[in-house]
């Protein structure tokens, strides 16, 4: 009796520390820090990011909060951010600012890997875990470093898997034989490249006739389609920034040159600027990846892409400077991610942090896909299904064609 | 005496700065904005070095900075060099890059600028050509997590803006600098007074590159992971210059106060108007072109006061 | 491959002519480098896509709308700064960095009105799909701007050579101090050099969009180095030496392109640098200035 009731006493000792550890004082308001590039080269892919957070800040916010498990209870969200102007000099010191001065209690990069990559020693230095929203560098995700996790973006490596993939099977069924690969050397299209590149050789079936890096500043492909022509391939890859695409494809139905399979980054994922810029009959029938923004993912949590979609248009109508795209999409899910971990992690310590993320591996599906992680922290459960850009009466679709699983139509080869 | 005098007002001048850069550290924990401050210091009173006393303003400065920084990295990299043996390495670096581009030193100084930011150009196109990526990473980037040292490296930063500090004085000083002076001011008439315009010059150009290629590099190493943008950066050239024409060029106050002031409410507001910033930034320039070339401390200079 | 890319890089090469041409008159009068040349050149495509989205006019009209406006814009920005630019002993040296100011703020000005993302034109505008010229395939759009380029060519000429006003500017050319001292209103020459050399930047930029994918309103930058190249090989301060200059960068680029694509950044610098330093007066030379 007395045993047991001492043995009772001590199963409920835990316990009672337990409470009490689960309710220390909570804050008044929870801190996340970020950066934006407003201008330069980077300001077309991190606004949306941003103002993407934005939105699912004030949501939270509207509701009284994000619940966090460690103080029990809703804490109002309160955003400190920096525009570091896409230069990584500036963005280094402001990351540095957002953790020694601001003390933020969580961390969100800047988006893409240029910005991304000064944080990763800064995050790591000061044991600060850092939500990458779309740095897919190689060189961030190590062993040693546990204070980094990849949120929306694939690593760059296994992006091109599916057009190897599609023309290795399709495309060779099809009669494609010869493939011209022409890229710009930066980090994010220059990894592409040399992923696609492996994979069809390892593959084996097709020939690469031509393959060649321009600088990423070019804005002019005339000479170059000319060039690509004279091998006469029967898919041409271009991987380039959004500028390097909307010249491309302009320099392209210029020249009159028509090629069996043509694929550019942006021409889906950046489908509403390229249109801008392009024009619908110069897209019509070239591939690209199918970003999270133009695919309907089934979540488990979180809005699905219509509803985000809508809330989207609310908080920025049409002509308010501000384009939707997967970039929005990113910031969004970023969001959910911060939600998610905010609601199962043991403590705000950044090591628990970093373990309610990798808890989350493999069991979140938002509106951006299946959420998955390895072991170094870089995200491989996203992934970029090739897409064609067809014609659906008067609108120009990007429609999901390869792999099987995810197709919503039929590649369109052409002769 | 007057001499002795004006040395200890330079010299005390210098020592506060250094002083102050030193405690800050203690006192203020953002580091990297610190560290940000002593580089533009620095890089500011390099470009004093060759500006401020030739009159040749090198818009590639940022180059020699470049240089240094991926000398720094390789000799990290692939002979595995402790920091301070790579640091030297980075010196040498944008030494080698200032001896190739001494020819510069030819043309006149509309020409001389723009030459020597093509040639900044250049570099950075090979360093970040893919096709030596098995040498310089390319375009990928590098990373030297190994020898990350973020306390050490802001101290040895602040040595070299020490050192540099100390040139400025020299140079504002010393017979040598009062030559270079005289060249600026009629290249003719002190060659005819046997003073060695070609060797002044060269002088005043390798210190000037030297001291941006040790900032590179005590750059890279305080940072650690970077892109060729990112230490190719045309903003460091365009900063050093605008600190040392907004304080007043020759002397070692004016790209401090350059430094401070600029750099400082460029951190303080800059940051979240940076459009505003620049528009202010470039009316400016504007200003002080055509109403003030000497800058701010010409108000007290042309009134007779003597600024160190 | 080869016949084509010479064959393209000399119509590209016109183009590049039509960018340098601007710089290189107001250098030629005024011995000052507007390093806001290039930021020019982004307003002319910035006009041309609002004159497109507002009022759907073709790139044809903008340019005759630019060429009136820049040129009528240009005269009051001479006034307000060149004058006393000149002034100052080291004009040459100081015009630079003047200039690079005017430079960051036109950038900034634009970036706050219209935002950072690419601007362009529908390809229609200027014809869709190739014309065949001797046997080779151009884009109509190149047809198009390298004949706007001979044409501003030529209109240079003949405002130099067959008008009083471009007598005046030639004699202000040789010698600004000559042209002082016999009397001619050196100002008023000058600042209308200055409003056609901006305009000429101006309608270079409203064909941007064809020859460039689009515009931003950070492209001012890179423009300058290149149209600096072209104008410094050409001759600096012979307008029509940039012609000469123009065909070379054009036809440089375009076999870098083909046989050394990843290369072929370095080239406006490597080109600029050998120049200078070997035949600083340009392949047209006589010699106009003390390098």
Redesign the interface.
């Given at each position: 009796m007395f045993r047991r009731a001492l043995l009772g006493l001590a199963a409920l000792l835990p316990l009672g520390i337990g409470v009490a550890r689960a309710a220390p004082p909570a804050p008044a308001e929870l801190k996340i820090g970020t950066l934006y590039a407003?201008?330069?080269?980077f300001?077309?892919i991190s606004m949306p990011v941003y103002d993407a957070l934005k939105i699912w800040i004030n949501e939270k916010n509207a509701e009284g909060g994000v619940f966090v498990k460690p103080y029990n209870k809703k804490i109002p969200i309160k955003l400190i951010s920096y525009d570091d102007q896409s230069s990584t000099a500036t963005a280094a010191t402001l990351y540095n600012q957002l953790i020694t001065q601001d003390k933020v209690d969580l961390l969100i990069a800047d988006s893409g890997s240029v910005l991304t990559s000064v944080a990763v020693p800064i995050a790591k230095e000061h044991k600060m875990f850092l939500f990458d929203v779309s740095g897919t560098g190689g060189t961030f995700f190590t062993k040693d470093n546990p204070y980094i996790g990849l949120m929306a973006d694939p690593v760059s490596t296994i992006w091109p898997k599916y057009i190897a993939d599609f023309l290795d099977d399709i495309g060779v069924k099809n009669g494609i034989k010869k493939v011209a690969i022409l890229y710009s050397?930066n980090d994010f299209t220059g990894t592409q490249a040399a992923a696609v590149r492996g994979f069809i050789k390892k593959a084996g079936k097709l020939d690469i006739v031509y393959d060649?890096?321009?600088?990423t500043?070019?804005?002019?492909y005339?000479?170059?389609l000319?060039?690509i022509a004279?091998h006469n391939p029967d898919a041409v890859l271009e991987l380039g920034y959004?500028?390097?695409d909307?010249?491309?494809l302009?320099?392209l139905?210029?020249?009159?040159d028509k090629f069996r399979f043509v694929f550019t980054i942006y021409g889906g994922t950046e489908m509403d600027?390229l249109l801008?810029?392009?024009?619908a009959?110069?897209m019509q029938g070239t591939f690209s990846y199918v970003p999270a923004a133009l695919y309907d993912y089934k979540p488990n949590f979180g809005p699905t892409l219509e509803q985000f979609r809508a809330a989207w248009d609310k908080a920025y109508p049409k002509g308010s400077?501000v384009?939707w795209g997967a970039n929005a999409v990113y910031g969004y899910m970023t969001g959910l991610v911060l939600e998610r971990t905010l609601a199962t992690t043991a403590s705000m310590d950044q090591m628990a942090i970093h373990n309610a993320v990798f808890g989350l591996s493999g069991k979140l599906n938002t509106l951006d896909g299946p959420f998955a992680l390895n072991a170094e922290g870089a995200q491989v459960g996203e992934i970029t299904p090739l897409g064609q850009l067809q014609m659906q009466g008067k609108d120009l679709k990007l429609v999901a064609v390869y792999p099987p699983k995810f197709a919503k139509g039929k590649a369109d080869l052409g002769k | 005496m007057p001499d002795r005098k004006r040395i200890a007002g330079d010299l005390g001048l210098a020592a506060l700065v250094v002083v102050a850069m030193s405690v800050a550290h203690g006192v203020y924990s953002n580091e990297l904005l610190l560290f940000n401050f002593v580089m533009f210091l620095t890089l500011s009173q390099g470009l004093n070095l060759i500006y401020g006393f030739t009159?040749y303003?090198p818009?590639g400065y940022v180059g020699f900075f470049g240089a240094g920084a991926y000398g720094f990295a390789l000799a990290v990299m692939h002979l595995h060099s402790p920091p301070l043996l790579a640091l030297a390495i980075a010196g040498l670096a944008a030494l080698v890059l200032a001896v190739i581009l001494a020819?510069?030193l030819?043309?006149?100084?509309?020409?001389f600028?723009?030459?020597s930011?093509?040639?900044a150009?250049?570099l950075y196109?090979?360093i970040a050509?893919?096709?030596l990526q098995d040498l310089t990473k390319g375009p990928y980037g590098v990373s030297l997590s190994g020898v990350f040292a973020p306390r050490l490296s802001y101290f040895v930063a602040v040595a070299i803006m020490a050192v540099t500090f100390a040139l400025v004085v020299w140079l504002r000083n010393s017979r040598f600098g009062l030559s270079l002076q005289a060249i600026r001011e009629d290249p003719v008439s002190a060659a005819m007074a046997g003073v060695s315009v070609v060797r002044g010059r060269m002088v005043a150009w390798l210190l000037s590159s030297v001291i941006a290629g040790l900032s590179g590099g005590v750059f890279a190493w305080h940072i650690s992971v970077f892109y060729p943008d990112t230490v190719f950066d045309?903003t460091f050239s365009?900063f050093a210059?605008v600190f040392t024409?907004f304080g007043g060029a020759t002397t070692l106050t004016g790209p401090l106060l350059g430094v401070f002031f600029l750099y400082g409410v460029y951190n303080a507001i800059g940051i979240t108007v940076p459009?505003?910033f620049?528009?202010i930034?470039?009316?400016?320039?504007?200003g002080l072109?055509?109403f003030l070339?000497n800058g701010l401390v010409s108000l007290l200079t042309r009134r007779g006061f003597r600024v160190p | 491959?080869l016949v084509?890319?010479l064959f393209?890089?000399l119509v590209?090469g016109l183009y590049f002519t039509l960018v340098g041409l601007g710089l290189n008159l107001v250098f030629g009068v005024m011995r000052i480098?507007n390093l806001a040349h290039g930021d020019f050149l982004m307003l002319g495509g910035f006009a041309a896509y609002g004159l497109f989205s507002a009022f759907g006019l073709p790139p044809l009209a903008s340019a005759l709308i630019v060429l009136v406006v820049f040129t009528l814009l240009g005269l009051p920005i001479y006034y307000l700064?060149v004058p006393?630019?000149l002034a100052?002993r080291?004009s040459?040296?100081?015009?630079?960095?003047?200039f690079?100011?005017?430079?960051?703020?036109?950038?900034?000005?634009t970036?706050?009105a219209f935002?950072?993302?690419?601007?362009?034109l529908?390809?229609?505008l200027l014809g869709?799909?190739?014309v065949i010229l001797l046997g080779q395939?151009?884009?109509?759009?190149?047809v198009y701007s390298a004949v706007v380029s001979a044409v501003a060519v030529v209109g240079v000429y003949l405002y130099l050579y067959r008008t009083r006003l471009g007598t005046l500017t030639r004699a202000v050319m040789v010698s600004r101090d000559e042209a002082l001292a016999t009397g001619i209103d050196v100002h008023r020459v000058s600042a209308i050099a200055f409003g056609i050399g901006i305009a000429l930047a101006g309608i270079a930029g409203v064909f941007a969009p064809?020859?460039?994918?689009?515009v931003?309103p950070?492209i001012g930058?890179?423009i300058n180095?290149a149209a600096?190249?072209v104008i410094?090989v050409g001759t600096l301060g012979n307008p029509l030496g940039t012609v000469l200059g123009g065909i070379i960068y054009g036809v440089s680029l375009?076999l870098m392109?083909?046989y050394l694509?990843?290369?072929?950044?370095?080239l406006?610098?490597?080109l600029?640098?050998a120049v200078?330093?070997i035949r600083?007066e340009g392949l047209l030379g006589r010699q106009v200035?003390?390098?």
């Open positions: 407003s201008s330069g080269p300001a077309s050397t060649q890096g321009v600088p500043s070019t804005s002019n005339t000479v170059l000319n060039n004279a959004v500028g390097n909307i010249a491309f302009r320099n139905q210029d020249s009159g600027e801008k810029n392009v024009g009959a110069a400077g384009e | 009159g303003l818009f020819p510069l030819r043309l006149s100084g509309a020409y600028a723009i030459a930011l093509a040639a150009q250049a196109e090979v050509n893919p096709d045309v365009i210059t024409l459009q505003y620049q528009l930034y470039g009316a400016l320039i504007m072109v055509l070339p | 491959m084509g890319a393209a890089g590209f480098v700064v006393r630019l100052a080291d040459e040296m100081l015009s630079i960095i003047l690079f100011g005017m430079s960051q703020m036109i950038e900034a000005i970036t706050i935002g950072a993302t690419e601007r362009s529908p390809g229609r869709v799909g190739p395939r151009l884009p109509s759009s190149w064809f020859m460039l994918g689009s931003t950070a930058a890179g180095i600096f190249a410094v375009m392109q083909t694509s990843s290369w072929a950044n370095i406006p610098n490597l600029l640098i200078l330093l600083p200035r003390r390098a």
